[in-house]
């Protein structure tokens, strides 16, 4: 099964689908991105390109992604980003369900402001709401966890998402594979809900 996450940025997108690994295979655009090498010319440009909460050009993240669609059970996180990204991905692949995360803007910049990461391996925390065993240390591979560069960005990367959604979610919604979940409520609540959507026929 192939599914989706949409959502705004600190929807929770990649909460959730860590939180479906190892059944699915996690493909998230944004640590894709994040670890290409910064002393390369074009992975400084890409480096700038998320700092200041830009997207990436559609060519770029296609070709990363095309690499990685090596599993039956997939998750994409934050992909796809614009039409163009939505119909270039059913070239390569079919979408079984979309699933659209709501949250208010004002719930994300609470979110984002204690959310934590791994750099290394992506996992993400938040220091209240989802905290790792051990401060300031990722459960997974041990590394330290940081606050992203991206992290002021966020007007930016929320007006950006508000201008491409409506035709993504058009998209899916004409094809009746999109679905919504209220993402306001607790992590437990929502992934439960989540899981639900996922093994309905
Ligand atoms: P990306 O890494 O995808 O960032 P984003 O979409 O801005 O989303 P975030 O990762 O910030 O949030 P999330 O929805 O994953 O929420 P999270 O689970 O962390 O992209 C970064 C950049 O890369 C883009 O701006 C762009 O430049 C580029 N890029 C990426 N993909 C691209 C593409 N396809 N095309 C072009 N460019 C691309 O949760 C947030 C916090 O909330 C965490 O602390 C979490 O613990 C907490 N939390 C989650 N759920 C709950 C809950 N229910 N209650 C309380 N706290 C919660
Ligand atoms: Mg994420």
């Known amino acids: 099964m192939k599914i989706i996450l949409l959502g705004p940025p600190g929807s929770g997108k990649g909460t959730y689908a860590q939180m479906l690994e190892p059944k699915f295979k996690r493909i998230s655009t944004g640590d894709l991105l994040r ?9 400084k440009e890409i480096s700038d390109i998320l700092s200041e909460g830009r ?3 559609d060519d770029i993240v296609i070709k990363l992604i095309e690499k990685e669609i090596n599993k039956e059970n997939i998750v994409f996180d934050g992909f796809p980003r614009t039409l163009e990204q939505a119909k270039l991905l059913d070239k390569i692949t079919t979408i079984d369900k979309v699933v659209l995360l709501k949250v208010s803007d004002d719930i994300i910049i609470k979110r984002l402001a ?4 791994c ?4 996992r993400v925390y938040h220091i209240k709401n989802n905290p790792p065993k051990k401060k300031g240390i990722c459960d997974n591979c041990f590394s330290i966890l940081h606050r992203r560069e991206d992290e002021n960005a966020i007007k930016k990367r ?3 998402y508000n201008k491409n959604i ?4 058009d998209y899916y919604n004409k094809k ?3 679905y919504e979940i209220d993402a306001e409520r607790t992590i437990k609540e929502i992934f439960k809900d989540l899981e639900k959507l996922l093994n309905e026929k």
């Open 176 to 178: 009746e594979i999109l």
């Open 158 to 160: 929320l007006k950006i």
């Open 55 to 57: 997207l990436v050009p």
């Open 119 to 122: 750099l290394k391996c992506g």
């Open 35 to 43: 670890h290409i090498n910064k002393n390369t010319k074009i992975g």
């Open 166 to 169: 409506k035709q993504i979610y």
């Open 114 to 117: 204690g959310r934590m990461q």
